[in-house]
């Protein structure tokens, strides 16, 4: 009885204790739920914003600036003022409609075979004619001697079989394709819309190039697309190519490589492409020669990334966005510089025709990658 006296006041203190650790607790999640309200009170949270972006201020960034997203690529999924929003489409409108982001599992990539080449049948030679032998003279009965002097014969010559010339082989010959076969495919530039009016074709001419699974190449530079009609308003601008490969005479597993005016070049290998396209050799094949039946590839679910508009050379691009394509667009978007309705402006990288804050947030996206796509 004396001993649990004695620990009464023990336990007692034990309680105490744990009491004031508690208390200190909820003061101390009180006073930082308090803090980051106070730090996000001047940042403008828009779920979207008018201009389509994404400005999330739940939290804010550590500088007290709104994270902010935009709707480039199909499936991307970004969280704005606590809820979670989906990129339906490269250049589409947010939605808190998720099934377009929801994951799928990623297909194994089977490379067809290349086909062997049927060898040319050789013709078989026509065989030398035997000559004929040459015919040996009979010769002549020498006459029983007699007293009258003794006749010497006179022999008598035989013309010698000439042999009949030797026929040779006719050589066999390789003929020449009769015509090239043809490339169509859909493609689509980053940020572009289908309202865009200077992103007019013929300012938007395509450097290609193809590659066979041997490494064979051929280059086809200032291809002019052309654009699609049936897309309208916010929905992303789509063109159109078919180019006669001139020069390559291959049909299957081929790679393509687009380069735009103000884009990084980008690997192309799988129709219906939306990523980065990591493997060695393209999966493109049934090519024809034939513009009508030739297969139409849809590479508008992975648009050409923008931003290469400069290098060291003001103007030329360097296949790299860095530094000086950063500092050449921001200067024109500080200035606010715009030019009338199909003319061309080198930084203006969504087409609308003015320099403004979205045309720089495109080129930071394709900071992703940085440089272009060459193996």
């Not at 006459?143 to 079989?161: C, G, H, N, R």
């Not at 291959?250 to 492409?273: A, E």
Request: charged share 15%; hydrophobic share 30%.
């Amino acid at each position: 009885m004396t001993k649990r006296k004695n620990n009464e006041p023990m336990i007692s203190l034990w309680i105490l204790l744990f009491l004031s650790v508690a208390l200190f607790g909820a003061m101390f999640l009180v006073q930082t739920k308090q803090d980051t309200r106070n730090f996000a009170a001047g940042c403008k949270e828009q779920c979207p914003g008018a201009d389509g972006v994404l400005r999330n201020c739940t939290p804010p960034e550590a500088d007290g600036s709104s994270a902010d997203s935009l709707c480039a690529w199909a499936g991307r999924s970004e969280p704005c003022g606590g809820q979670q929003f989906c990129c339906p489409s490269a250049g589409g409108k947010w939605t808190t409609n998720m099934t377009a982001c929801a994951p799928s599992p990623t297909p194994t990539e089977t490379p067809e075979p290349t086909p062997t080449a049927e060898a040319t049948p050789t013709r078989t030679p026509t065989p030398t004619r035997t000559p004929t032998p040459t015919r040996t003279p009979t010769p002549t009965r020498v006459p029983t001697p007699t007293d009258d002097p003794t006749i010497t014969p006179t022999a008598t010559l035989v013309p010698t079989m000439t042999p009949t010339s030797v026929i040779s082989p006719t050589p066999t010959t390789t003929g020449t394709p009769s015509s090239a076969y043809y490339l169509k495919f859909k493609m689509s530039f980053a940020g572009v819309q289908a309202s865009a009016l200077c992103a007019d074709p013929e300012k938007m001419p395509l450097n290609i190039t193809v590659r066979a699974a041997d490494g064979t190449t051929k280059y086809y530079p200032g291809i002019i697309p052309t654009k699609e009609t049936t897309s309208i308003g916010s929905s992303p601008a789509v063109y159109d190519v078919g180019l006669r490969l001139e020069g390559f005479n291959y049909r299957n597993n081929i790679t393509v490589f687009i380069r735009g005016p103000k884009h990084l070049q980008v690997k192309y290998g799988k129709d219906d492409q939306n990523y980065y396209y990591n493997l060695e050799d393209g999966q493109l094949s049934g090519l024809t020669k034939n513009m009508s039946t030739t297969p139409m590839f849809n590479f508008t679910g992975y648009p050409l990334l923008a931003g290469d508009v400069t290098g060291a050379t003001n103007g030329v691009q360097d296949g790299v966005i860095d530094g000086y394509d950063f500092s050449y667009i921001k200067s024109e978007a500080i200035k606010r510089t715009s030019v009338a309705p199909h003319s061309y402006l080198l930084s203006d990288i969504n087409g609308n025709c003015e320099m403004e804050s979205s045309d720089l947030t495109w080129m930071m996206l394709s900071l992703i990658d940085k440089q272009e796509q060459f193996y």
